[in-house]
């Protein structure tokens, strides 16, 4: 019988002993949990805040109980794993237990960075991640006291909280230390019109302002201090400028790790026997074929199921990250597709934008390097589709269901052509 | 489980639309309200390198792909496979509205529907399925483009009409402008 350990259980720790599960109904799986609830998806926690789902959906797997008796797992409840000895496949436990196993899967997902500077951690400065997180926020939402916010880090994660505050009626700030908003995931022309439509809907912006540190207002508000100096004043104020991968255990491993753990495609570690996935990992992109970390639910899902098979001897592989990023809020839109960073000047580019979209979209060296689209929810997975294939194919090109879809929706030609063209019949 | 799949025809479709007002019916789209019919079809040229003219043809809805990419990308659960007929199903109680689905789906089924901020798609008429008849969509086609058979139907001529073998298929051959 394999004896296998997970550590940590959100998405892809889930996926990992359901996948191991099924490929194996005799394994025995132990799964170390650093809390006492069931896995969760992060990106739901500003969802359950603003109301649009009970605090049980945030469990899409079901309650801890529920799952544990499902799959047939032993669980370690609030019980984090402290080091690991590839050597021995062994984890240690706080008490000094060491235990030894056929495997082990490292799936201990990402936690919000917030700096230690002074006042991080004064009342009405919160972060938002994990379920308590949201449960703090929903609280302190619902006392009706906060009638202004400043939110640092216009992040993925930082538009959600902001959409929050704003939905009730909340006047809020969106500060960040970059020089337009999502900096790292779209083109300065796609911000520029992000910004505007944000300001449109009474959102106050101030780009390239690091933060320096927060201090306490006599009155109890929070003023949230700049390096350049400027003070922004509100009665509570939410970091959001990113994640970090929870790998600090594993510092004296010896595994090999850049910001997450670094996986090949069946998503093993550079110890034998030891597999990561989620949010902790960098498996590869497709676009650079590099190791990368795109923390994506999907990707976790994808990525532990792979990883739970192989630690009972079932060959998978993972097929690869590529750079996605959905932002939706306040009934607005945009994607970005591709890597912003892999743009040079010499490579060509498209701009479209009427009265319902906006596209802009690079290519070189013969591929598409990145595309943003505003307003386009409906046909993301469309263009999704055709990006991803142009790396499997440099000429991939978009058949009749996929030009008569995306004709119908409103797409310029000029886009279709750009992105791929037209193909009509097959061989 | 026994498996069902659509099958289609391009060569018997003439983009009637017959299948779509099927559909609003029995799921009781509002499209005056602005909601989006689950299947669509669709009567379009394309210029082809030649000079000649591709005349489309088509009908589309999910797919119901074998290993539907929505499910997993779904953050709350809400997508799963029926196990009576394998369609990918819904129930969108706790759908948050957040378009993944939409961004998982390489044909564009799941619709946003802005009246209640949920996605919505098309389950294959599953419970009509389940009682022995029918999709509505397949009812209403009067040319027999569009059909609904169990998967161990799906043989010799016909089987490369299935949706979920189209899907699969790559190499495709005339260059359009």
């Known amino acids: 019988m394999k004896k296998l350990a997970i550590i940590g259980f959100g998405g892809a720790g889930y996926c990992a002993a359901a996948a191991a599960r099924e490929c194996d109904p005799d394994a025995h799986i132990d799964v170390y949990t650093d809390t006492d609830i069931g896995p969760y998806n992060p990106m739901l926690t500003t969802y359950y805040v603003k109301g649009a789902i009970d605090y049980d959906a945030l469990f899409p797997f079901g309650s801890l109980e529920e799952i544990q008796k499902k799959l047939k797992l032993q669980v370690y409840r609030d019980t984090p794993v402290t080091g690991l000895i590839p050597a021995e496949k062994a984890v240690c436990l706080a008490d000094g237990t060491k235990r030894a196993y056929d495997s082990i899967l490292v799936s201990t997902g990402a936690s919000a960075f917030v700096p230690k500077i002074p006042g991080w951690d004064l009342p009405g400065v919160f972060k938002m991640r994990t379920a308590a997180d949201a449960v703090h926020l929903k609280k302190m939402l619902e006392e009706g006291k906060i009638r202004s916010g400043l939110v640092v880090g216009a992040s993925w994660v930082g538009i959600k909280v902001l959409e929050d505050l704003v939905e009730r009626g909340i006047d809020c700030t969106l500060i960040d230390g970059a020089d337009w908003s999502f900096s790292i995931a779209v083109f300065r022309e796609t911000a520029d019109r992000i910004q505007r439509d944000l300001e449109k809907k009474g959102i106050k912006l101030a780009f390239g302002q690091m933060l320096s540190h927060i201090e306490q207002e006599p009155d109890g508000r929070l003023t949230a201090v700049m390096k350049n100096g400027n003070r922004f004043t509100a009665d509570t104020v939410a970091i959001c400028i990113g994640i970090r991968p929870n790998v600090g255990f594993l510092k004296d491993s010896g595994i090999a790790m850049n910001r997450g753990v670094l996986v090949d495609e069946h998503m093993r570690t550079s110890a034998e026997g030891i597999y990561a996935a989620g949010d902790c990992c960098e498996a590869y992109d497709i676009q650079s074929g590099e190791q990368k970390n795109i923390g994506v639910w999907l990707n976790a899902r994808k990525q532990g199921a792979v990883a739970g098979a192989n630690m009972v001897g079932v060959k998978r592989e993972f097929g690869g990250n590529a750079l996605l990023n959905l932002a939706h809020y306040l009934d607005y839109d945009f994607i970005s597709i591709g890597d912003v960073t892999s743009c040079r000047e010499e490579d060509e580019v498209y701009e479209y934008e009427d009265e319902r979209y906006y596209f802009r979209a690079v290519r070189g060296g013969g591929r598409i390097k990145c595309i943003n689209m505003i307003g386009t929810a409906d046909s993301n997975g469309i263009v999704k589709s055709i990006f991803i294939k142009s790396f499997e194919n440099s000429a991939a090109e978009l058949d009749v269901s996929a030009v008569c879809y995306l004709r119908a929706n409103g797409f310029p030609e000029s886009f279709i052509e750009f992105i791929g063209g037209k193909i009509v019949d097959r061989a | ?177």
């Open chain 2, 1 to 177: 489980m026994m498996k069902y799949v659509f099958t289609f025809d391009p060569n018997r479709c003439s983009a009637c639309s017959s299948c779509m007002i099927a559909c609003t019916d029995q799921n009781d789209i509002d499209l005056a309200a602005g909601e989006k019919c689950y299947r669509k079809t669709y009567d379009t040229e394309i210029p082809l390198d030649d000079g000649k003219v591709y005349c489309a043809y088509l009908s589309t809805a999910c797919m119901h792909c074998d290993d539907a990419p929505c499910i997993a990308a779904c953050p709350v659960g809400c997508i799963s496979k029926d196990p009576d007929t394998g369609f990918t199903i819904y129930d969108n109680t706790n759908c948050i509205g957040c378009k993944s689905c939409a961004m998982a789906c390489p044909f564009g089924a799941p619709r946003y529907r802005k009246e209640d901020g949920k996605m919505v798609k098309c389950d294959g008429c599953y419970m009509r399925v389940k009682n022995g008849m029918k999709p509505a969509c397949v009812r209403a086609c009067s040319f027999g483009a569009l059909d609904c058979v169990p998967e161990d139907q799906v043989t010799g001529a016909y089987s490369d009409k299935a949706c979920n073998v189209l899907i699969n298929q790559a190499g495709l051959r005339r260059k359009a402008h």
